[in-house]
Structure formats: structure tokens, C-alpha cells
């Protein structure tokens, strides 16, 4: 089983804000396990903190801005998706200003810093979000549309067209997160000069230079809009009939505006609060619909906050019912476990098919069989008592006992037909033969039943 990852120490980033143009610090910090990404206004009375989710985003028209009542932080994604890439599920970030350095434009540093400082595994599991069915959203104003698809591992393609006869439709993709330093963490942000004088107007990029962004002349304007331009990037006039990029260092891909694209998205993914397991197709990517994604994704998410275990009926179990009833005294009609499909040292993943034919549908009841919520508890823990034995030598000479269930929850009826997934996690190491477990029964995709339960082993006689 995975485990959650923070940094195995601290580090700090200086560097100018890309709208403000003040100087800023930024440190990224260890956080315990379960904290997330939290971003803290250092300089600010209180020392205020914003949690990173998409629900804080407050405007995502020129970067992504989070902000928690008055307090305020722009220009994140590039840090968050250093993070998110390198698999980073916890860190407190405090910045001493309203937003964080742009550095380079990309989120190179950031991914130089974390290597450099290391990472530790922490010892909560790392908490997947498994895509089991399409999902969609679309901006029918402009044409943008971020599809999520099943897959087993986190992919990524981005598709843009540019409003631009210099640049064409490009597209990018990653297929392993982890080809995302090399491949898409160098990529830097960019912007027309066409866009240059309104966000000039909006008291905005006021720390833009093209140490910072790459900049595409594609449109000619006049000679004096032009050596305005140059003014204010701090560089020699240019032609105005000569168009195209202008940047102090050469482009590093054809395509390195579209993996800045994907690099931006990747950062307004990790706003969902959990790494992700699908394949993402993004067309006319951009802030605004990547943040409506994220928040549908953490809709999702609640609607379904305990995620059923992935079950192939074709694949071989990794227990039969001969090896349950090796290891366990119950037999017909209490063996309620009929094979399991996944263990690990501190997880379990069983299976039982109800037919009509069980024996307590005959007086429970005659007119509506339905499965008794003890038996539901009792084949939970059966398969918690599976997982306990696997960590005992000779395990098939021990019994497990119960010893103490609580925060019992009953949510849908049980019925023939239904095929029951038992997940059961141990809560705390096995001592002096005692160990508590939460388990949860799913039908589909829904969870009908919980419980938390304490087990003890004893040895047969």
C-alpha cells in the first residue's frame, strides 16, 4: 500500500511577483499526514491560512487566486503542481506577500527545491481517487471541455488552439507523472502582446520581463505600441514588421506553451484534494474551466467519500474458499467470506455472493428477504479476522474473537442477487493478540454498511 509523502525538510524560493513586481519569499514545509496543501500569509496580523482547494478560488482570469475571507494569494499553480507531480500529498507553503514568486515562469525551481530537500514517507495510506465512469464538463462560450476518463495510473493530454495565425494548434501530453520534470516542469508561461497593455491597464503583471514569461509578437501593431512594449520589458526596439516569439532564451519545445497548459492544469488538479487515477483530455484548457473541473471532481469525491474497492470477477482470487476455511472455524451456514481478492499488511478486500437460496432469508423475512445487519458486521469481521492471521505464523492454529464493535451504520438494504465487497482496514498494529479494524461493505459502487471492531486472536487448544 502507498503512503502519503511530505518534504523531508524546508526550503525557500525568492523572486518577484509577476502582478505586484514586489520582492517575495516563499518556504515549503513538512506538514503531518492528512494536512493536504495550506498556503500561509506570513506577513500578514494572525499569520492567516487558506487551505488549497478548489472551493477557495475566487478569480482565474490571469493565474489561479485562492482567497478565506479578506486574505488573498495569487499565482499558485506552478508550486501546487510541483507538488501534485512529484507525489507530495502534505505541505504547509508561507509566503511573506499576496502571491508566490514567478521565478522563471515554470515550475522548475520548485521541482529542483523538493528533489534537492528529499522526500519522506509518512504513515497514513495515500488516499487514491479512483475513476470509474467518464466525466465532463464544457464551456460552450469557449469551447473548452476537460474529459476524465478510467484509467490505472494519473494521465494527461492538452490540446489548444491558439486565437493566433503565428501559433498553431498544438497539443501535449504526459503518461507518466513522473516524466513530468523533464518533460513538462520546464515549460514556461507565456502571453500576446496583444494581451500585454489591457492587463498593463488592470494594474497587473507589474513583475513581467522575459526572464519570466515568453512573450509572442504575432499581430503587427505600430512602431511606437511596439517600442512601448520594449520600454517596458527592459530590451532593444524591434521591428514591428517582424513578428514572432521574443524571449531571452530559445523555446525549449515547439510545443512549450501547450505544456504549460498542462503543467497549469496539473496545478489546478491538485486544488481537488486527493491524487487522481484517470486519464484527463483537456481541449482549450485554461483556469476558469480547470477550476470548474476541480470542483466537480471534489463533488464526486463526496458523493462517494468511502470508494469501493475495484472488483474483476475474472481474476484469480488471492484466497479461495478452501484456504478461508483452512484458516477460519466457521462453516456452512457462517462462513459468510467466500474469497478474497486483495491483502496487504494493513488491508483486506473480500467477497460474498448472496444467492436466495441463504438460510436466514427463510424467517428473515418469508416476503422480503433481506440480510441481518449482524451478519452483515459478522462478515466483515471474518474478513478482518483473515487479515489478522496473515500476520501469525501458522495461522490456521488461531481463532479470532470479538471484543468490542461501535459506530455501526447501516445505509441500504441487503438482497439476494447482491455481490458484497468487504474492505478492512486495520486501525492499529496487532498487540498482545488485540487489533482494531474499520471495515466497510459496499454493493457497486455504494457503501451499505460500516463498523468499527476490535478483535482478539487466541491460540486453539
Known sequence: MLKQKTLKGSFSLFGKGLHTGLSLTVTFNPAPENTGYKIQRI?????PVIEAIAE?????????????????ISTVEHGLAALYALGIDNCLIQVNGPELPILDGSADLYVKKILEIGIEELNAPKDFYVIRRKL??????????????????????????????????????LDQIENFAMEIAPARTFVFVRDIVPLLEADLIKGGDLDNAIVIYEREVPQEKLDQLADFLKIPHMDAKKIGYIQHKPLMWENECTRHKLLDIIGDMALIGKPIKGRIIATRPGHTVNNKFARLMRKEIRKHEIQAPFYDPNEEPIMDVNRIRELLPH?????????????????????????????????????EPVMPGVLQIEAMAQCGGLLVLNTVE????????????????FRKKVVPGDTLLFKVDMLSPLRHGISSMKGYMFVGESVVSEATFTAQIVKNK
Open 56 to 72: 477557495n478560488v475566487i478569480d482565474t482570469r490571469r493565474g489561479t487566486v485562492l482567497a478565506k475571507n479578506d486574505v488573498r
Open 136 to 173: 465532463e464538463i464544457k464551456d460552450e462560450e469557449t469551447g473548452s471541455c476537460i474529459t476524465i476518463l478510467p484509467d490505472e495510473e494519473f494521465s494527461i493530454t492538452a490540446m489548444c488552439s491558439f486565437e493566433s495565425k503565428f501559433i498553431n494548434s498544438q497539443f501535449a501530453t
Open 394 to 409: 501458522e495461522p490456521e492454529k488461531w481463532s479470532t474473537y470479538f471484543m468490542k464493535i461501535t459506530d455501526v451504520k
Open 43 to 47: 506577513d500578514l496580523e494572525g499569520e
Open 331 to 367: 462453516r456452512y451456514p457462517m462462513q459468510l467470506v467466500d474469497k478474497v481478492i486483495s491483502i496487504g499488511a494493513t488491508s483486506i478486500v473480500g467477497v460474498k455472493n448472496i444467492t436466495s437460496n441463504e438460510p436466514f432469508f427463510v424467517g428473515h423475512f418469508p416476503q
